[in-house]
């Protein structure tokens, strides 16, 4: 299959302009890619594996519009290979391991066959395991596409046959370069239509993209007809700020980014900065969050890092998921803020998050006693008989309404779990604990 199909070289055919700009400047060098200098500037290992004609199969992991495709793309023409394009998303395992056997074929004739599988995490792991033995033999080389962390999603022994290479969003700098290299190209940009841009605009694009290249291209492509159309000749910020509508936000509610942010939202509100905190809510409900799904998480939050400290955060948090749930958005998610400034700036303490940790480890490494039988309840006389409740003495009729009495089973006895902070309203109840101590011991 030819590399460059459709052909989109505006001297050989005329249509290709009406081909997307993005497509049209996809680069077909090294020397036209922008960013990846990680992977791709002199002497970084995967520029060396495309110079020195290194063979081994390839994962690309990065998020959207960052060159995945393009860099398959340009080691297939490096490298003189028949370059063969499937997506996981439209193709199925049946009709790509044709082609593997077909390529297996041309292998004896040596032809050689790069095999690019877009967005690859979509076949399951049994599916990825019908390229093992093409790739273990050579018969083709693999490069695959990913926008999900592989170490999750491609198959264990599919990625130790492959070298997996972590793609990064570009830099604003290169988004600009690019957008600038689009705006005066005459054979495959827009430099045919003696456009140019306002100091600042190519930033605005740049800054909205979040670093998806493609997502660049096609608003400045958007704007350069909004210009056109008006009969002017100058993009303005305000043109280019229509022709964005909304910025791009990369965000996958079921995947890593979705992980990777509610994380760093968490872990901001348990380092008390209130700043990050609300960024990273505002990056979530922005990009499309289920708020109630941030609500719950917030209300976790509560009762793991602030707990005692500031016992009413839970009420706090619950009444904001309340709010959320009656006002909806995006009134409701003034609540949430609310709530996860008052969880920052919150004294903190996980005390009862490790204690009840503790008491489960016990419970599952513990046999599990029976209760002692002063805390059994005895409503018949036969379990009186059975001294269910024998010397239960009941803390209300005793001296600081404390008595001396084992509560745990006996193999748990003097067990520890609470061990309150000095923050917050913990102090009191470290306190408070402190006396009872005292009370228990002066009648034992």
Same mark, same amino acid.
């Given at each position: 299959?030819?590399?460059?199909?459709?052909?989109?070289?505006?001297?050989?055919?005329?249509?290709?302009?009406?081909?997307?700009?993005?497509?049209?400047?996809?680069?077909?060098?090294?020397?036209?890619?922008?960013?990846?200098?990680?992977?791709?500037?002199?002497?970084?290992?995967?520029?060396?594996?495309?110079?020195?004609?290194?063979?081994?199969?390839?994962?690309?992991?990065?998020?959207? #519009?960052?060159?995945? @495709?393009?860099?398959?793309?340009?080691?297939?023409?490096?490298?003189?290979?028949?370059?063969?394009?499937?997506?996981?998303?439209?193709?199925?395992?049946?009709?790509?391991?044709?082609?593997?056997?077909?390529?297996?074929?041309?292998?004896?004739?040596?032809?050689?066959?790069?095999?690019?599988?877009?967005?690859?995490?979509?076949?399951?792991?049994?599916?990825?395991?019908?390229?093992?033995?093409?790739?273990?033999? #050579?018969?083709?080389?693999?490069?695959?596409?990913?926008?999900? /962390?592989?170490?999750?999603?491609?198959?264990?022994?599919?990625?130790?046959?492959?070298?997996?290479? @972590?793609?990064?969003?570009?830099?604003?700098?290169?988004?600009?370069?690019?957008?600038?290299?689009?705006?005066?190209?005459?054979?495959?940009?827009?430099?045919?239509?003696?456009?140019?841009?306002?100091?600042?605009?190519?930033?605005?694009? *740049?800054?909205?993209?979040?670093?998806?290249? !493609?997502?660049?291209? /096609?608003?400045?492509?958007?704007?350069a007809k909004l210009t056109e159309g008006r009969g002017e000749k100058i993009i303005t910020? $305000?043109?280019?700020? +229509?022709?964005?509508?909304?910025?791009?936000?990369?965000?996958?509610?079921?995947?890593?980014?979705?992980?990777?942010?509610?994380? $760093?939202?968490?872990?901001?509100?348990?380092?008390?900065?209130?700043?990050?905190?609300?960024?990273?809510?505002?990056?979530?409900?922005?990009?499309g969050e289920d708020a109630m799904y941030v609500a719950r998480r917030i209300v976790r939050?509560?009762? +793991?890092?602030?707990?005692?400290?500031?016992?009413?955060?839970?009420?706090?948090?619950?009444?904001? !998921?309340?709010?959320?749930?009656?006002?909806?958005?995006?009134? #409701?998610?003034?609540?949430?803020?609310? *709530?996860?400034?008052?969880?920052?700036?919150?004294?903190?303490?996980?005390?009862? =998050? @490790? $204690?009840?940790?503790?008491?489960? *480890?016990?419970?599952?490494?513990?046999? $599990?006693?029976?209760?002692?039988?002063?805390?059994?309840n005895a409503p018949t006389k036969f379990m009186k008989e059975l001294d269910y409740g024998?010397? =239960?003495?009941?803390?209300?009729?005793?001296?600081?309404?404390?008595?001396?009495?084992?509560?745990?089973?006996?193999?748990?006895?003097?067990?520890? =779990?609470?061990?309150?902070?000095?923050?917050?309203? +913990?102090?009191?109840?470290?306190?408070?604990? *402190?006396?009872?101590?005292?009370?228990?011991?002066?009648?034992?």
């Amino acid at each position: 299959m030819s590399l460059f199909a459709p052909n989109l070289d505006p001297a050989t055919n005329p249509s290709a302009q009406r081909a997307p700009l993005a497509e049209r400047m996809r680069p077909r060098t090294l020397d036209e890619f922008f960013g990846q200098s990680h992977l791709l500037a002199p002497g970084k290992p995967l520029r060396l594996q495309i110079e020195n004609d290194d063979a081994a199969s390839l994962i690309f992991w990065g998020p959207p #519009g960052v060159g995945k @495709t393009t860099l398959a793309k340009i080691i297939a023409n490096l490298t003189s290979a028949t370059f063969i394009e499937f997506s996981a998303v439209l193709s199925g395992i049946k009709e790509i391991k044709q082609v593997m056997v077909d390529a297996e074929k041309a292998a004896t004739y040596g032809s050689r066959t790069i095999l690019f599988v877009d967005e690859i995490h979509r076949f399951n792991k049994a599916q990825q395991d019908a390229f093992l033995p093409y790739v273990e033999r #050579g018969s083709i080389r693999l490069i695959g596409a990913t926008t999900e /962390n592989p170490s999750f999603e491609i198959n264990a022994a599919l990625l130790s046959r492959c070298r997996v290479y @972590t793609l990064r969003a570009l830099e604003q700098p290169d988004i600009i370069a690019l957008l600038n290299r689009a705006l005066t190209d005459s054979a495959r940009g827009l430099g045919a239509l003696n456009l140019s841009a306002e100091e600042g605009t190519l930033e605005t694009i *740049a800054s909205y993209s979040s670093g998806d290249a !493609r997502n660049a291209l /096609n608003a400045l492509e958007v704007a350069a007809k909004l210009t056109e159309g008006r009969g002017e000749k100058i993009i303005t910020p $305000a043109i280019a700020a +229509e022709a964005l509508q909304q910025r791009v936000l990369l965000y996958d509610k079921k995947g890593e980014q979705h992980y990777d942010i509610i994380s $760093a939202l968490h872990k901001s509100v348990r380092n008390s900065d209130a700043d990050a905190a609300l960024y990273w809510l505002g990056r979530m409900l922005a990009a499309g969050e289920d708020a109630m799904y941030v609500a719950r998480r917030i209300v976790r939050m509560a009762v +793991e890092d602030i707990g005692l400290a500031a016992p009413e955060a839970l009420n706090l948090c619950l009444s904001a !998921r309340d709010a959320m749930h009656f006002l909806g958005s995006p009134e #409701g998610e003034l609540a949430l803020a609310q *709530a996860v400034v008052y969880l920052a700036l919150a004294p903190k303490s996980n005390a009862v =998050y @490790t $204690a009840y940790g503790q008491v489960l *480890a016990d419970i599952e490494s513990h046999p $599990a006693e029976p209760v002692p039988l002063h805390l059994r309840n005895a409503p018949t006389k036969f379990m009186k008989e059975l001294d269910y409740g024998k010397n =239960y003495q009941y803390a209300h009729d005793v001296e600081g309404k404390v008595a001396a009495m084992q509560c745990l089973p006996d193999n748990l006895a003097n067990r520890r =779990y609470y061990h309150p902070t000095q923050e917050g309203r +913990e102090k009191l109840l470290a306190q408070r604990m *402190a006396e009872i101590t005292k009370l228990r011991e002066s009648k034992s």
